[in-house]
């Protein structure tokens, strides 16, 4: 099948609270992902080689030479509520910039809110997870990954492989899925402090 | 019954209780589940970070509702929303159950209110660390003896 293992996607995890980033560490750790975690919005566009003025690069190639993307960034995920530069913000920084708008984010947030998650979903975050974050969610993050995987390295087996639908209507139906997915949570979550139906036990990620 | 079964027996009793009494909730199992040889103390160090955090947040809110020239509710209740978070992330309950009625007299910009749901908050935070305490040592001896943390869901 020439699935990627996942230890070879590196996830960007961006979280205010020592105590979330550590829990969001382990469970992406426990799912064979490589992780960085950074504590703040800036610090995760300087991780990820951007600079405030990387807008006059816009026709340079993905790579600009005073970025250090030694080290990939396959997705990240970032909390929606930080001091400073909020999830959102980042989430806007990462898809306006040319070197990074192709990364997946993914967004974490402790409150249901409806107009905050479509506001997400609308600036192009890949899916929006309620805190606290399980094991479960995370297995929603692998067709992202998958799927920038296959676009940065694979195009002959895009087309070889039916698995894989081309790109243009593999971002359709993504994104209908991903609504789809949203919209449950929207739905359910009336108030916040609702508990939701969770799977027992954990899900084994391979 | 040898000395392993009985400390696992206590740790399962002790553990359901903390279940039952509402001091962990499933989020706190889940932790559990997250803890592995790669990372043996997981639990712990998570919980002491949680425990850190308390007590730097509860003296924010009380140096905020001490303010005799005005108490600035936004502030307290940006402390009451980080614990908030943690509490829920840790699966520590009732702490988070104490920080959801405090939001409500922040809101309201009630200091009396504000003054007792932050002396519940402090009453919680310590019995549950008494308790966790008390967790982690039973862990700690079972260990000792030779025995495997029995998982409890």
Redesign the interface.
């Given at each position: 099948m020439g699935m990627a293992a996942d230890s070879e996607f590196h996830v960007l995890a961006v979280d205010d609270?020592?105590?979330?980033r550590?829990?969001i560490e382990?469970?992406l750790?426990?799912s064979s992902y490589q992780v960085t975690t950074v504590d703040s919005g800036s610090k995760a566009l300087e991780f990820l080689g951007l600079h405030e003025d990387d807008r006059i690069h816009q026709n340079t190639p993905s790579v600009s030479p005073n970025n250090h993307q030694e080290v990939e960034v396959n997705l990240v995920i970032t909390d929606y509520?930080m001091p400073g530069m909020t999830g959102y913000d980042l989430l806007k920084k990462i898809k306006e910039s040319s070197s990074l708008k192709n990364i997946p984010v993914v967004i974490m947030s402790?409150e249901n809110v409806p107009s905050r998650i479509s506001r997400c979903l609308e600036e192009g975050a890949e899916e929006f997870f309620l805190?606290?974050v399980?094991?479960s969610d995370l297995s929603k993050l692998r067709p992202h990954l998958l799927k920038t995987k296959s676009k940065d390295h694979c195009k002959e087996q895009v087309d070889e492989k039916p698995a894989f639908p081309s790109p243009k209507q593999e971002g359709k139906e993504e994104q209908q899925q991903s609504k789809n997915n949203k919209r449950k949570a929207m739905e359910e979550g009336v108030s916040p402090?609702r508990t939701r139906p969770?799977p027992n036990?954990?899900t084994s990620m391979v | 019954m040898n000395i392993v079964n009985q400390l696992q027996r206590q740790f399962i009793d002790f553990s359901t209780s903390l279940h039952r009494e509402g001091f962990v909730d499933?989020?706190f199992t889940?932790?559990q589940?997250?803890q592995?040889e790669?990372?043996p103390d997981?639990v712990v160090?998570?919980v002491s970070?949680?425990f850190e955090?308390c007590e730097k947040l509860i003296n924010n809110m009380a140096r905020a509702l001490e303010q005799t020239q005005g108490v600035d509710f936004k502030q307290v209740d940006a402390s009451v929303?980080?614990l908030?978070?943690?509490s829920?992330?840790?699966?520590a309950m009732r702490v988070k159950n104490a920080c959801?009625a405090f939001r409500s007299f922040c809101e309201a910009q009630n200091r009396e209110g504000c003054l007792r749901c932050l002396q519940q908050v402090t009453h919680e935070y310590s019995l549950l660390k008494n308790k966790l305490q008390t967790l982690f040592t039973l862990e700690q001896q079972i260990l000792a003896a030779g025995g495997s943390i029995p998982v409890v869901d």
């Open positions: 609270s020592i105590i979330d550590k829990l382990r469970l750790k426990t509520c402790s805190k606290p399980r094991l402090e969770r036990g954990i | 499933d989020q889940q932790l589940k997250l592995d790669n990372s997981f160090e998570v970070l949680f955090d929303h980080q908030k978070g943690s829920s992330s840790i699966g959801i």
